[in-house]
């Protein structure tokens, strides 16, 4: 039910407090949530361009507990957290060798191109159903 | 208590999706911070130069009601929301128009440089005395 | 001939080296060319939205000649260098008080949202026509 | 005398346009010019940290070709172009799969922690000297 992405922190995430700035974490959330998808068989790509279905968050949270710095190697580790009818959450946990750097959640919509809430259909509801 | 700040979303803030990314609400936040310091005579960048004390952030929250568009006229309403001896926390509103396009918040700690928390000094309590 | 945008140093803009980091120039000049484009009576949102016409960049350039700080205050002159039939050429000067931090310039294609190239329309060539 | 980086195109990575946003490809140049010091067993952080050495960019060009889309995987080609005392220069191509969708340059001074212009010292020339 986990999902784990790894990357090194780019200099441009980093700020004059010598420490990765804080919006870069919800960057690397997505990146994250890309990645869960992914091994779950489920191309979040493929949901916009042949189901009409966009995943806009709605509510993001982080509580940053350890800084990161340039070059660091870090993992995402991504978990479902729940999913309703027109809601889905994911929680993320950021860390750095065995420190956990930050923590933290998103919730998102389903909604189609043009913007307006959908229910999640059948067949999308299927490539979820793996990860329940 | 409170302070505004305004500008336009640039096209760099959007995304495929055609609104603007939600990490960048964050980046938003933390300019209108600045101008909040600045309406009440505090230089930030001063803080840090000068006094030896940053304010990263320790959490952050944003929900996301509305998108906004590239070129929108977005206002962001800052309003201090309280603080103790270590930490401070600011609450903001986003807009264009009439439309609330998000609320959010965040906690900061008072570190120096080297990254160890600080008491806030008196000279610098009495800057923020007018905040509160 | 020449558009003056003006606006403050993000925190965000920053890098560990303590100045602004250099891709953030690039979205300097595209903030500028958008307030260029508006003071001609041309608002670039709906050459894409209504014209179907998009202004992709396909060459970059910038020289960094002194760095900038966060919160000082920016200046980005903008000029129209030249046009053609399918392309289009601005030069952008950035500034803090006397100093000139960066120059440097983009070309741009016209195409339209398949990402096909298109003759300017006369409509169009119209607008552009007050800045020749 | 080459290196390869590759990764994959976030989704905060593009703008409205559907496609990558075109300051990007100067901070995955810059990801790449990391990545091309550690393969010759230079740790750029290190130049920094232990040497105080900074190599700031002081121009960079970039032909766009080819638009990259969110999820495309990347690959950024880093070439050591030429170096003089003070100066360096590298060259890139961002291609994905047979195609090539931007090149191009910077260039970079040689500064220490104050901005002041050093002469590479030997211990760091003897670094270099793999890449030449």
Chains 1, 2, 3, 4 share one sequence.
Not at 40 to 61: A, C, F, H, T
Request: charged residues 30%; glycine residues 6%; positive net charge.
């Amino acid at each position: 039910m986990e999902s784990t992405t790894e990357f090194r922190v780019r200099y441009a995430e980093t700020d004059q407090m010598g420490v990765v700035y804080y919006a870069n974490y919800l960057i690397w959330f997505e990146v994250a949530r890309t990645e869960f998808f992914r091994e779950r068989g489920v191309e979040y790509k493929k949901l916009e361009d042949e189901e009409n279905i966009y995943l806009p968050v709605v509510e993001s949270y982080c509580r940053y507990k350890s800084p990161l710095k340039y070059d660091d190697v870090v993992t995402v580790h991504t978990k479902f957290a729940s999913a309703g009818a027109s809601r889905i959450m994911f929680e993320y946990s950021v860390s750095s060798g065995d420190k956990v750097n930050a923590i933290g959640w998103t919730k998102h919509a389903f909604i189609d191109a043009q913007g307006k809430p959908v229910k999640v259909p059948s067949k999308v509801r299927k490539m979820f159903s793996g990860i329940k």
